[in-house]
């Protein structure tokens, strides 16, 4: 069975950081990209990041770039997301998402449980 | 970045009747080199992560039943649910992956009339 578990949410203080986790299984993780996506306790979905395959193309959505860093480690087939500076606006569910291939349709498939990082004082 | 659009924030439908989501994309999402629009929807339920239902605009992903169909093309899309049953009340959210900063839109709730 193909499934992702996301760890690591919490509470933390503006300012502070946090490490996200998502453990993958049922799939073979290096030949895929991955995906982070939040969702803001009652908002809608807002793509934050993605890495390819081997790591060589990384995106970030604007919102959080130069404050959060995607990575993964392909031996242990996880992804990670590395969060700094910590605003109360990042206060969300924070899911990981696989993304498709596009020869196979593409969009994001599946998606984890997802972790709830709360940013507060 | 490519802003995506949804109408109506939300809808209430009678079971059994039809509901009809529209998504619009800024730009063009239609590749040309192999003519598919790169737009999907997802299916949230309440306290569950998404679920991919549908993709390139019009195919269904495999196990979603047949009262879901996308049309459109280009900028204007359309997702509809032709007998809305209960297990259908969800948001409903459109996504480009045209390009590389992937965007979704506000998101549509349906809700039972």
């Known amino acids: 069975e193909v499934q992702l578990v996301e760890s690591g949410g919490g509470l933390v203080k503006p300012g502070g950081s946090l490490r996200l986790s998502c453990a993958a299984s049922g799939f073979t993780f290096s030949s895929y990209s991955m995906n982070w996506v939040r969702q803001a306790p009652g908002k809608g979905l807002e793509w934050v990041s993605s890495?390819?395959?081997?790591?060589?193309?990384?995106y970030y959505a604007d919102s959080v770039k130069g404050r959060f860093t995607i990575s993964r480690d392909n031996a242990k087939n996880s992804l990670y997301l590395q969060m700094n500076s910590l605003r109360a606006e990042d206060t969300a569910v924070y899911y990981c998402?696989?993304?498709?291939?596009?020869?196979?349709?593409?969009?994001?498939?599946?998606w984890g449980q997802g972790t709830l990082v709360t940013v507060s004082s | 970045d490519i802003v995506m659009t949804q109408s109506p924030d939300s809808l209430a439908v009678s079971l059994g009747e039809r509901a009809t989501i529209n998504c619009k994309s800024s730009?063009?999402?239609?590749?040309?080199?192999?003519?598919?629009?790169?737009l999907a929807w997802y299916q949230q339920k309440p306290g569950q992560p998404p679920k991919l239902l549908i993709y390139w605009a019009s195919t269904r992903e495999s196990g979603v039943p047949d009262r879901f169909s996308g049309s459109g093309s280009g900028t204007d899309f359309t997702l509809t649910i032709s007998s809305l049953q209960a297990e259908d009340v969800a948001v409903y959210y459109c996504?480009?992956?045209?390009?590389?900063?992937?965007?979704f839109g506000p998101g549509t709730k349906v809700d039972i009339k």
């Open positions: 890495i390819s395959s081997s790591s060589s193309y990384i």
């Open positions: 998402a696989r993304e498709r291939k596009i020869a196979a349709g593409g969009g994001f498939d599946p």
């Open positions: 730009q063009s999402v239609l590749y040309s080199s192999n003519n598919k629009n790169y």
């Open positions: 996504q480009q992956y045209y390009s590389t900063q992937f965007t």
